[in-house]
């Protein structure tokens, strides 16, 4: 039986969720309530004998959290404050609660590259046009620059050593990324052991054999740039390389982020995310609809209220003539009233629906 953990240096569990199927390791000490990731469900600790992940080593490198733990509560206690018709679970406190900072793998690739390449390289050039317009009676001629491109075939060969290029270890990574950007990787550190004094880390989903493919994307934008930039062209398309790489080194780099959670009206659980150097959070601010009802509701009930006291001043104004100027005002404010009755929900479902 393998007994992989002992390579980490210091003492975690594996544990995974059951819900998103993340495998974590962490303090055995320290299993979270909920899965850091979806917040659905607990989290089980595993034995690391019958379970072996699709990569088990210890990352080279980790970058440091920039945003401290305090930083952290700021953000998620503005995120819950800014929330209209919050449901019960999305709480400052209770979002602060949840916090948990978290390492996500990532691969950096070396390589050496010999390749032949095409390619349609764009120069631009300027044209110069005269456009005759009729203004004030008269026909005026206006000088137009425009920018056009002249595109050329070209080809060549490439023999090039690229450092540091990235691949996804997960196959969240791109939504990742799209939720809460992309992490500066200068300032990474070897790997120490307490890398877990505060935080879990999580195991790739995407070994390097799985992850090969997107490499080479990116080894091509590398070359591709390059190839463009000695051509001097300003534009460049339909890029095409035969590629040979050579002494492929993989490096793995531990990111940081928070994570929290809470769950709405119908048990249905949100995350949010937060970047571990700029701080930007991610996650949706769901709106309670029985909330957003109730107020309707009350506003309701005064519309009503207008309506029935409008309603009793109108006969009053029969014998008193004055009364029948009030009745009109308070049937206005009661019209008033009860449209805006409406804007809760609607503002409720809006935000539900389209907000991010
Ligand atoms: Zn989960």
Same mark, same amino acid.
């Given at each position: 039986?393998? +007994? @992989? ?16 199927? @993340? ?8 299993? #979270? ?16 004998? !019958?379970?072996?992940?699709? /990569? ?18 700021? +953000?998620?206690?503005?995120?819950? +404050? ?24 990532? @691969? =950096? ?5 010999? %390749? ?11 044209? =110069? ?8 009676? *008269?026909?005026?001629? *206006? ?9 050329? #075939? ?10 540091? *290029?990235? $691949? ?9 990324? +799209? ?5 500066? =990787? ?8 307490? !890398?877990?004094?505060?935080?879990? $880390?999580?195991?790739?989903?995407? #070994? ?28 460049? *398309?339909?890029?095409? @390389? ?15 982020? /928070?994570?929290? /959670? ?19 959070? %991610?996650?949706?601010?769901? $709106? ?35 009364? =029948? ?8 404010? $009661?019209?008033?009233?009860?449209? !805006? ?16």
């Amino acid at each position: 039986m393998d +007994k @992989w953990l002992s390579e980490w240096q210091t003492e975690v569990a594996l544990a995974s969720c059951e819900q998103c199927d @993340w495998l974590y390791l962490l303090p055995p000490t320290r299993l #979270p309530e909920r899965c850091p990731h979806c917040g659905a469900a607990a989290v089980a600790q595993l034995d690391e004998t !019958t379970n072996q992940p699709v /990569y088990t080593h210890p990352p080279e490198l980790v970058l440091p959290f920039q945003v401290d733990a305090r930083q952290a509560q700021q +953000k998620v206690l503005a995120f819950a +404050k800014g929330a209209w018709f919050a449901p019960s679970d999305l709480k400052g406190e209770k979002l602060h609660g949840r916090l948990q900072p978290l390492y996500l793998p990532l @691969w =950096l690739v070396d390589a050496d590259v010999q %390749a032949g390449w095409q390619a349609e390289m764009g120069f631009d050039y300027q044209v =110069l046009s005269h456009r005759e317009e009729f203004q004030n009676n *008269r026909w005026h001629t *206006r000088e137009v620059k425009e920018t056009r491109i002249r595109w050329e #075939p070209r080809v060549g060969t490439l023999q090039r050593h690229y450092e540091n *290029r990235v $691949a996804p270890a997960l196959e969240e990574q791109a939504a990742i990324e +799209k939720a809460v950007g992309r992490f500066d =990787l200068r300032g990474a550190r070897p790997y120490q052991p307490d !890398t877990f004094a505060h935080a879990f $880390a999580r195991l790739p989903n995407r #070994p390097p054999d799985d992850a090969w493919s997107d490499a080479q994307i990116a080894f091509m934008q590398a070359a591709g740039e390059e190839c463009r930039q000695a051509a001097t062209a300003d534009h460049m *398309r339909q890029y095409q @390389w035969q590629p040979h790489f050579a002494n492929t080194h993989w490096t793995q780099l531990l990111y940081p982020i /928070y994570t929290t /959670y809470y769950t709405d009206d119908d048990g249905k659980t949100h995350t949010l995310t937060i970047h571990g150097q700029t701080g930007r959070l %991610a996650g949706r601010r769901q $709106a309670s609809m029985k909330k957003a009802r109730r107020w309707s509701l009350v506003i309701g009930a005064v519309a009503a209220a207008f309506f029935i006291v409008s309603f009793i001043l109108l006969l009053a104004g029969l014998v008193y003539e004055v009364a =029948l100027v009030m009745a009109g005002l308070l049937f206005v404010g $009661a019209v008033v009233t009860a449209v !805006t009755a409406f804007i809760p929900i609607v503002a409720a479902w809006y935000l539900n629906h389209y907000s991010q």
